[in-house]
């Protein structure tokens, strides 16, 4: 290039600082013209002068020279240039994003979280610290790093918290962390958001229908450990206002079953047709449940 000729010939014969500081501020004005090509060259030359002269380089001159070949669709490269920056101790909250969104783009996800980690440590503050909560939060996810991946989310900001792909992996990671409550709290808001949801639906389905299925039994078991008149009535009275959550209990996982087809819940269904005496349904939901098997 002519530009970069011109450049190389005149920086290193300048030994005047005030020479350095035109061309700096040319090479500046370039960039924020988004004139990142031509900007880029002149950030090298001035670069390579400061090495002609052996004198440290500025790390700064590094990241805008990085910056330049980034915007100039030239990641890769940039990227060079950003580990040159860094390697001589520049911090910058916009090269550490634009190295986050690189090694995402290239599905680099161990350099991509480190960059992740060490924005979240340097920037707790930073323009873009909710996005990477976000994405540290899906990343420890999928590492299956459920204490890290709790801890994060703890961190989102509400917009990602409310999410329901967000809420559905967060159940999850309660789950495996043995946290029933959280995880039984979000299977209620996942279902208050979308009664279809399936983690939502299984868990009032099922809620339903364990509560019931547990007074039943603990009634049936409390007259035959004592069969006597008045224990088969204090029985009927506990059972009998259990055919209506019985039936409730029936209508979700009808929903359930007719939309997800999993034949667990054919076979809890058929469980449910027996304690209601629907002979026929019961019948009906065993063999389901058994020939969608596989």
Same mark, same amino acid.
Request: net charge negative.
């Given at each position: 290039m002519m530009l970069s000729m011109a450049l190389s010939a005149v920086l290193p014969?300048?030994?005047?600082?005030?020479?350095?500081?035109?061309?700096?501020?040319?090479?500046?004005?370039?960039?924020?013209?988004?004139?990142?090509?031509n900007a880029f060259d002149k950030?090298?030359?001035?670069?390579?002068s400061y090495v002609s002269k052996k004198e440290p380089v500025p790390a700064e001159l590094y990241a805008l020279a990085g910056k330049c070949l980034y915007s100039a669709d030239s990641q890769t490269e940039a990227i060079k240039y950003f580990k040159l920056a860094e390697d001589a101790g520049y911090e910058d909250e916009q090269i550490l994003m634009l190295q986050i969104k690189h090694y995402a783009d290239a599905d680099n996800l161990s350099k991509e979280l480190d960059c992740l980690e060490k924005y979240s440590a340097l920037?707790?503050?930073? &323009?873009?610290? $909710?996005?990477?909560? #976000?994405r540290l939060y899906l990343r420890y996810c999928e590492m299956q790093e459920y204490g890290k991946a709790h801890l994060r989310y703890q961190s989102l900001s509400d917009e990602y918290r409310d999410d329901v792909a967000v809420l559905?992996?967060?159940?999850?990671?309660c789950e495996k962390l043995n946290r029933k409550d959280?995880?039984?709290?979000?299977?209620?808001?996942l279902y208050n958001m979308n009664p279809n949801n399936?983690?939502?639906? &299984?868990?009032? $389905?099922?809620?339903? #229908?364990?509560?019931?299925?547990n007074?039943?039994?603990a009634a049936i078991k409390a007259y035959e450990s004592n069969k006597t008149n008045a224990a088969y009535r204090q029985m009927q009275q506990k059972t009998a206002p259990l055919a209506a959550r019985y039936k409730k209990a029936k209508e979700l996982y009808v929903k359930l079953y007719n939309l997800y087809k999993r034949p667990h819940d054919a076979a809890i269904l058929?469980?449910?047709?027996t304690r209601l005496n629907e002979k026929q349904n019961a019948a009906y939901y065993d063999k389901l449940s058994k020939n969608n098997q596989k």
């Open positions: 014969g300048c030994g005047s600082s005030k020479m350095m500081v035109a061309a700096r501020q040319e090479a500046d004005f370039m960039y924020y013209q988004k004139d990142y090509l950030y090298c030359q001035i670069i390579e920037y707790p503050d930073g &323009n873009d610290i $909710a996005f990477v909560n #976000y559905e992996k967060q159940h999850l990671v959280e995880a039984d709290n979000i299977a209620r808001q399936l983690i939502g639906l &299984n868990y009032m $389905a099922y809620d339903a #229908y364990i509560t019931t299925e007074e039943y039994v058929s469980r449910i047709c």
